[in-house]
């Protein structure tokens, strides 16, 4: 028997039962002579729902509360953000840091070439010197190789956090994903300003100096 | 006995830069005949087809690492002699010490200098 039928049973029997005794008494009820009707209409229901089950329920009732909190907050911050923005975004960047870093050491290694090239032209003294200078760049060159490979290790962290905020989010099934829709467009509309405070573009969003001078032409 | 200065030296590593630096350090060294190999299979493939008197190899390549390389190149009749120093930024004891039960000759930590690579290089082959 559901609650609804449960209650509307108690209804019933219990007005027909002051009703009853309204009649026979053909006169109101006093407070205690109602108190002994409900008393007896409730007994009857033992066994139905017992106060253990009643703390059972409201206990179950405030952890969905918390549970629809939880998923509230947890879509509050917008988690597919994280996955489909915010994540890819930063490993593109670090990225760019590494590939910026690998030019620029090459770069320096062509012009180190250069000069040793140069040095064999020089006097004796003079070519050791600058093999030798050359030789510190050599050597100061590593940072790349290291860089390159701590930062694939952030790299890495955040793919691992990626997949665990994936995994919450289909723990926590649609509602959150629905909820958490992207917001990038919003925050553009709201402030178109902010919007253009970018930083350093990937190189397959930049746009390279004559491409700007063409632009800087028009008009 | 001298260290011969033409010998065909190896050096490994999946960062081209880094294949560059050690190339032009070696050559400042006086070495004259360096060959680069990318990732440890690459390696092994080279000196199955050709003779190095030193393999110098970075540690964390794919497919095959360094370590790897090493115990391919140890448990080979042919190569097992080859002197083999490792060159990583792996610096942590239980590394050193795989190398060394695996047969690494020496052991550069990244980064490193003109220097210390001419000091591991002279305490495998002797003083150059």
Redesign the interface.
């Known amino acids: 028997m559901t609650d609804a039928e449960r209650l509307a049973a108690l209804e019933t029997s219990l007005h027909k039962r002051i009703r009853a005794a309204s009649d026979a008494a053909r006169s109101p009820l006093s407070a205690d002579d109602i108190a002994n009707i409900v008393r007896e209409v409730v007994s009857t229901l033992t066994g139905d729902v017992t106060a253990s089950d009643l703390k059972f329920y409201s206990e179950l009732e405030e952890l969905a509360g918390y549970i629809r909190h939880a998923k509230q907050e947890i879509a509050d911050i917008k988690p597919k953000d994280i996955s489909a923005s915010h994540i890819p975004h930063a490993t593109d960047e670090l990225d760019a840091v590494v590939g910026a870093t690998?030019d620029a050491?090459?770069k320096i290694?062509d012009v180190?070439?250069t000069i040793?090239a140069l040095a064999a032209n020089c006097a004796p003294e003079v070519n050791e010197q600058l093999?030798a200078c050359?030789?510190?760049i050599?050597?100061a060159?590593?940072?790349?190789?290291?860089t390159?490979?701590r930062i694939t290790k952030v790299v890495q962290t955040l793919k691992y956090i990626d997949h665990k905020v994936e995994a919450l989010l289909q723990a926590l099934g649609e509602e959150v994903h629905r909820s958490g829709g992207h917001d990038t467009q919003v925050k553009e509309d709201a402030d178109l300003e902010k919007s253009l405070l970018n930083g350093p573009q990937l190189p397959q969003n930049a746009i390279d100096q004559s491409e700007i001078d063409r632009l800087m032409e028009q008009t | 006995m001298a260290v011969d200065m033409n010998m065909n030296v190896l050096i490994v590593?999946d960062?081209k830069?880094?294949l560059?630096?050690v190339e032009?350090?070696l050559k400042?060294l006086g070495f004259k005949n360096v060959a680069q190999a990318t990732d440890g299979s690459m390696a092994l493939k080279m000196m199955r087809e050709g003779l190095y008197g030193l393999v110098i190899s970075d540690w964390?390549m794919e497919p095959m690492t360094g370590l790897q390389l090493l115990k391919e190149v140890r448990a080979d009749t042919k190569l097992k002699g080859t002197p083999f120093i490792m060159v990583t930024?792996e610096s942590k004891v239980e590394n050193v010490a795989a190398a060394k039960e695996a047969g690494v000759n020496n052991y550069i930590v990244?980064?490193?200098?003109?220097e210390t690579l001419k000091q591991k290089i002279s305490a495998v082959l002797g003083a150059f």
Do not use: H, V, W
């Open positions: 690998e050491t090459n290694m180190c070439d040793s093999i050359t030789t510190r050599f050597e060159c590593n940072f790349q190789d290291i390159g490979q | 590593d960062y830069t880094m560059r630096i032009n350090l400042q964390n930024a990244k980064p490193f200098n003109a």
